[in-house]
């Protein structure tokens, strides 16, 4: 059947307009005290305005100590956080930069980033101080690794690289060690070939295993002077060794670290864990999705010891993914690439 055709007295009924969401707009401006901070706040040439722009959406206009801000209403809100916090970290004397500032973006979308930079959700900032820095988050993800870092007694540190796993396991590690809370300092991780083939490797113990252990003395060495660390390893205070030197050791008083821990195998990962002794803490990082395993057809001890552990009163895990990459945003759409979409 046809449409009945419409005359003079019958009403032109037309659909409804698809509703279309009204973009709002905003301006606002913002006033800095502290004439001496306005350089590095803006950066060389505004490069850190221009950062700011390109990421959210805005257009920042700087006038003397004065910053006015202006786009769609929602990024001009998380630009006028991010601006503050930016402000805020230099008033502590704190380092930024473009990975500070891609922080500060990344964590702009989250309702807890007045509290973790200012301290006004807490007593304190959360951060960790170290001899060469002081380390504040920089992903929502990294504020809950750092608080397990200060509660728990065995922390899972799960995901890709970049994320900061290691490097703030070390960064706490030392200051603790500073502080006197532990008496050493144990790095380790299995020697195993990542898909190339070392070959005879020439000199002594150590000579063999540093190319293994070379990520654990980057991340001491950007915490602590070069002096104090070599001086410390001589004393034995800090120790890098391949986790087959843990076997039949109790480690009191200590701060381990077992990295790259996806490629140890069940039997290693539980002699590990059971070295744990009085007053020590051990944190465990590792990415389930890059296992070395030779063979393998081996189950990760790190999947099987997060299967069984998992839960515990003392454990904590802490699951990073592509979207804490703290690197080079590029970093973060690489693992994205080769791992899918983050859920």
């Known amino acids: 059947m046809g449409r009945k055709p419409t005359s003079a007295a019958d009403p032109v009924i037309s659909p409804d307009p698809v509703p279309s969401r009204e973009i709002r707009r905003a301006r606002t401006e913002m006033s800095f005290d502290n004439q001496s901070l306005l350089g590095p706040l803006f950066g060389q040439f505004d490069a850190n305005l221009v950062q700011v722009e390109n990421r959210l959406g805005v257009f920042i206009a700087a006038r003397g100590g004065k910053v006015e801000i202006e786009g769609p209403e929602d990024a001009v809100a998380r630009a006028r956080d991010v601006m503050q916090s930016m402000y805020d970290r230099l008033a502590r004397g704190q380092d930024l930069d473009g990975g500070a500032i891609e ?5 702009s979308n989250e309702p807890t980033l007045e509290g973790i930079i200012s301290g006004k959700q807490d007593s304190a900032p959360i951060m960790i101080r170290t001899r060469r820095k002081t380390i504040v988050p920089r992903s929502a993800k990294q504020i809950e690794y750092m608080r397990s870092l200060s509660r728990d007694d065995i922390i899972f540190a799960l995901g890709p690289a970049g994320t900061g796993k290691t490097y703030l396991a070390v960064a706490q ?3 603790q060690l500073i502080t006197g809370s532990v008496q050493r300092l144990i790095l380790s991780r299995p020697a195993v ?8 490797l020439p000199g002594d113990m150590k000579d063999k295993v540093d190319p ?7 991340a001491l060495f950007d915490c602590m002077p070069p002096e104090q660390v070599e001086r410390r390893i ?3 205070e800090i120790e890098i060794a391949p986790i087959a030197f843990m076997r039949g050791r109790t480690l009191a008083d200590a701060f381990v670290i077992l990295d790259e821990a996806q490629n140890t195998t069940k039997e290693q990962m539980k002699m590990f864990l059971t070295r744990f002794g009085q007053n020590s803490r051990m944190v465990v990082c590792g990415d389930p999705k890059q296992v070395d395993i030779p063979g393998g057809d081996r189950m990760s001890g790190l999947a099987d ?3 069984k552990l ?5 454990f904590g895990t802490v699951r990073f993914s592509a979207a804490d990459v703290v690197r080079h945003p590029i ?3 690489i693992v994205e690439a080769y791992e899918g979409p983050i859920e």
């Open 103 to 107: 922080a500060l973006i990344a964590m």
């Open 173 to 175: 590690a030392v200051s």
């Open 193 to 200: 070939e990542a898909g190339e083939k070392l070959g005879f």
């Open 212 to 218: 293994y252990l070379r990520p654990l003395y980057d």
């Open 234 to 236: 001589a004393s034995g």
């Open 305 to 307: 010891a997060v299967d």
């Open 310 to 314: 998992e839960g515990i009163e003392g």
């Open 331 to 333: 970093v973060g759409r």
